[in-house]
């Protein structure tokens, strides 16, 4: 099949859906962000889409700037059919999204109208929501605002976090696109396409790492979805004797008495701390410079006690 499909994409949510559009009809081109600069050792790191790349023998190209007159020059170049987009990390300029013939197509990790933005997979477990999906969709200038192609549900369960849920819905993604690409090919995606009802829409903007403190005067429940909504980053954290504590997993837990953040109960389960309303039970945590750790582990090293508060940044 002659198909020339170019594949724009960065994070690991876009993995599988590179693997099996590659497998089924080709991939002439992935667009991937530059490698970056990360840990102490500032070592530059691949992005997972480029990984799957280089295992898959498919081209790559990485613009620092995808607006640039050199980016546009060479993705038209190519004359692609189709220009697929799964969590690419830049905004495309009107000129790129008129250039593949079928039209340019993205992967998004909500059920759109819901969930505009770059974080809705973070922000549907912050928001406590038990259900969620993936939409394709036509890409325009208004980002997550174009024509729906197809969605499929999926449910939140109790204990999902940010990287067990963006897994599944990767995973559902990548049949989706495939799906979505035998539509378009057959010349019936614009006719499928339906407009989002711009009265249902909300947004879902970029997670930042002041969002991660804990704010202990609010209900364990919430408390808890900040916690899972936090994994895999940046990770949920308070303070401890001036000094940062991540927070990797708890419970909500019933509790009588104590004030928000303070400790009222240490046991095997793990560190029992009050809040606005009910309890929450930490049974995985992270000391600053350290592995997480179990909270029995965290109890025999630190020696948290029953009656201290948590929440108080360092002193200046």
Known sequence: MNTKIIFMGTSEFAVPSIR????????????????????????????????????LGIEIYQPERIKSAEALDKISSLHPQILWVAAYGQILPQA??????????????????????????????????????????????????????????????????????????????????????????????????????ESKATYAPIITKAEAEIDWSLSAGRIRNLIRAMIPWPTAFTYRNGERLKICRAEVKPVSGGQAGEIVEISEQGILL???????????????????????????????????????PAKE
């Not at 497998?23 to 840990?39: F, K, M, N, Y």
């Not at 208004?142 to 549900?153: E, K, N, Y």
């Open 20 to 55: 099996s559009l590659h497998e089924a009809v080709g991939i002439s081109l992935l667009v991937t962000q530059p490698d970056r600069p990360a840990g102490r050792s500032l070592r530059l790191r691949l992005s997972p889409a480029k990984k799957a790349a280089l295992e």
């Open 96 to 197: 790129l999204l008129e250039v593949p013939e079928l039209g340019a197509v993205n992967l998004h990790g909500s059920l759109l109208p819901a969930y505009r933005g770059a974080a809705p997979i973070q922000r549907t477990i912050m928001n406590g929501d038990s259900a969620t999906g993936v939409s394709t969709l036509y890409m325009t200038a208004r980002v997550d605002a174009g024509d729906i192609l197809l969605q499929r549900p999926e449910r939140i369960y109790a204990d999902d976090t940010s990287l067990t849920l963006g897994q599944r819905l990767s995973e559902i993604g990548a049949e989706l696109v495939l799906e979505s690409t035998a539509v378009i090919l057959e010349g019936r995606g614009k006719t499928l396409a339906v407009p989002q009802d």
């Open 274 to 312: 009050a809040t606005g309303q009910d309890g929450l039970l930490i049974t995985e945590l992270q000391p600053e410079n350290r592995k997480c750790l179990h909270a029995t582990q965290y109890i025999n090293g630190y020696k948290p006690a029953c009656g201290e508060t948590w929440g108080k």
